[in-house]
């Protein structure tokens, strides 16, 4: 059943609660590590979702992490937007699934209040005097997440109820990589060191 929300029009699906974020950003340099007192970055070029598989992405905690996805593009639980500045996503989250209820209230207090997301490099490049690896075409996207440790601190996600988005503050304590980001590095680790430093 859906009803419209007073204050603002906007029709609500009284089934599902819904969390609006940002996975991606767009044309933002980010340190992704460091080896031996040198950091290493990385950027996702405009344009680079140009020719992205965006068919199946699921919502997950973590990029899965012993979780089972909460919403997905397949179902149209899930919506994703490219714009200039990076990929948004809005998430239908099943008031009757005690799982996508805990995700939401953590997404609430704040305890999520960051994403990520896993995905496949069709082209990149490597620039040695800025130490960055310049992503141009992102192959396939299989999850976003919502993480406590992100590798792009301008990320977001809120939840909101009766279309009134409420934005959560609290920052992640620091910039770990979640899973998605230990695989890209253990690759370009093993990119620098084999005599592309």
Do not use: W
């Not at 305890?111 to 620039?127: G, R």
């Not at 998605?180 to 093993?190: M, P």
């Amino acid at each position: 059943a859906a009803s419209p929300d007073a204050a603002n029009g906007e029709e609500v699906d009284d089934n599902y609660n819904i969390v609006d974020g940002k996975p991606v950003c767009i044309g933002e340099k980010t340190k992704l590590f460091e080896i031996d007192g040198i950091e290493y970055f990385e950027v996702m070029e405009p344009g680079c979702f140009d020719e992205a598989d965006l068919s199946d992405v699921v919502f997950n905690v973590n990029h899965g992490d012993g979780n089972h996805a909460v919403a997905r593009t397949r179902n149209k639980t899930l919506e994703l937007e490219v714009k200039e500045d990076g990929v948004y996503c809005k998430a239908k989250l099943d008031k009757q699934n005690p799982r996508c209820v805990q995700v939401y209230t953590d997404i609430r207090s704040g305890l999520l209040d960051k994403m990520s997301f896993a995905f496949t490099i069709k082209e990149e490049s490597y620039d040695n005097q800025e130490r960055c690896f310049h992503v141009r075409k992102i192959g396939k996207v299989y999850d976003v997440s919502a993480v406590e440790h992100p590798a792009y601190e301008d990320t977001s996600i809120s939840a909101r109820r009766s279309g009134m988005v409420e934005t959560e503050s609290k920052r992640a304590a620091e910039a770990e990589k979640v899973e998605r980001e230990k695989q890209l590095t253990i690759s370009k680790i093993d990119y620098l060191l084999g005599g592309k430093k």
